[in-house]
């Protein structure tokens, strides 16, 4: 715990959620729905229907969208630039 002003105060740590609409918004402006299509499996079309909250995924299909990010972003990390 660090002091301020006689004050403890305890580290914290936070896990950020998004919602499947609020994630393909927010990340939309860097990853393009087309480029979504290509880690997940999931027709860009669809995707849109997500973003805009036209239709909700089922679970399996948030699974499907996760489980491509954390992979895409797992073969990002091993990239090394020369």
Known sequence: M??????KFPELEFDFAYDTESFLRYYGNVLTLTGLQKITG?????????ATGKCRPSQKTVNRIQDGVRQFAERLCQVRLI
């Open 42 to 50: 999931i027709n860009h079309k669809q995707l849109s229907h997500y």
């Open 2 to 7: 660090e002091e301020a002003a006689g004050r």
